[in-house]
């Protein structure tokens, strides 16, 4: 049961992780919280039925289930990311030198209407997931991991690999961190801060999309209700983490997961939520700024 447990854990941490990156990296460069990340992975996993179903109806996946998948996946992270760069465009930009509650309560307003806009749409009941997935998989120490953990934990690892290596290798990576570090600063030394802003919407929300057809797929059933819950808990992880940190972000998504997991299963189900919320507030008490966060003071 431990080592199941386990599994399980991990396999939603790296979901959780995944939605968590990209509410670190907004906030590392513009100190802002974007409400209305939990609702672009809510989108993804829509789009993650709407395409596989799709693709089902015109027999494509009896030919290639593993390419259908990955071009489901594809497909919705680049709606997605368009998605989020154009939310960025009407929604935070024209507020980026308002007062910081501004942009804050535009975040909200768009959170509601993504909300209502795919309740209205896809309606307010269930959508379930095309059933051509088998629960087949592995045995590993008295613990079974179906193939679909087996690749939603090595695609959230690639991803957040790449995340990693694209900020700290590439030349654009430099200038987010630049960007993040002092924003007026990499102005005048001539880094495009609206690009980099754009940018980094682009990557979260890509991510989010994957990790939204990633729960879609495991989980079967998907609502317009799902991105709050799930925004919350990231929101949850990246906090826990370090916000700002995206090191941070992936190990406190996995921490999240973990505790949500065991709790659930030595505890009890009904207060998965609680255990999650409650290890946030101890992080916060005894250490405010996160587990691999840098405390640092206002800056002028």
């Given at each position: 049961m431990f080592f199941q447990q386990i599994i399980n854990g991990l396999t939603l941490g790296a979901v959780y992780a995944l939605i968590a990156l990209g509410y670190t990296m907004v906030y590392g460069i513009l100190q802002l919280i974007n409400f209305a990340h939990g609702e672009v992975y809510m989108?993804?996993?829509?789009?993650?039925?709407?395409?596989?179903g799709f693709l089902t109806s015109i027999g494509f996946t009896a030919i290639s289930l593993p390419l259908a998948i990955i071009i489901t996946l594809v497909l919705s992270m680049i709606f997605c990311s368009a998605?989020?760069?154009?939310?960025?465009?009407?929604?935070?930009k024209p507020?980026?030198?308002?007062?910081?509650?501004?942009?804050?309560?535009?975040?909200?307003?768009?959170?509601?209407?993504?909300?209502?806009?795919?309740?209205?749409?896809?309606?307010?009941?269930?959508?379930?997931?095309?059933?051509?997935?088998?629960?087949?998989?592995?045995?590993?120490?008295?613990?079974?991991?179906?193939?679909?953990?087996?690749?939603?934990?090595i695609a959230s690892v690639l991803m957040m690999v790449g995340l990693h290596l694209f900020i700290m290798k590439t030349k654009l990576g430099k200038a987010m961190r630049a960007t993040a570090?002092?924003?007026?600063?990499?102005?005048?030394?001539?880094?495009?801060?609206?690009?980099?802003?754009?940018?980094?919407?682009?990557?979260?929300?890509?991510?989010?999309?994957?990790?939204?057809?990633?729960?879609a797929m495991y989980y079967g059933l998907v609502n317009y209700f799902i991105g709050y819950v799930a925004g919350i808990k990231a929101f949850t992880a990246a906090v826990l983490g370090g916000i700002g940190s995206i090191p941070g972000a992936m190990l406190g998504g996995i921490i999240l997961g973990l505790m949500e997991a065991l709790g659930a299963s030595y505890i009890s189900s009904e207060y998965k939520d609680a255990f999650a919320f409650g290890l946030l507030i101890i992080i916060l008490i005894l250490k405010p700024e996160g587990l691999l966060g840098r405390q640092v003071g206002d800056r002028s």
């Open positions: 989108l993804g996993a829509y789009l993650g039925i709407i395409i596989l998605y989020g760069m154009t939310i960025e465009k009407i929604a935070y507020l980026r030198n308002a007062p910081r509650l501004s942009p804050l309560i535009s975040a909200i307003g768009v959170s509601i209407f993504l909300q209502n806009f795919v309740m209205l749409s896809q309606g307010a009941t269930d959508r379930v997931f095309p059933p051509i997935l088998k629960a087949e998989g592995l045995t590993f120490l008295n613990a079974r991991i179906t193939y679909l953990q087996i690749f939603i934990l570090q002092d924003r007026k600063m990499a102005s005048l030394l001539g880094i495009d801060i609206d690009q980099v802003i754009s940018i980094t919407f682009i990557i979260g929300s890509g991510l989010a999309a994957a990790a939204g057809v990633m729960v």
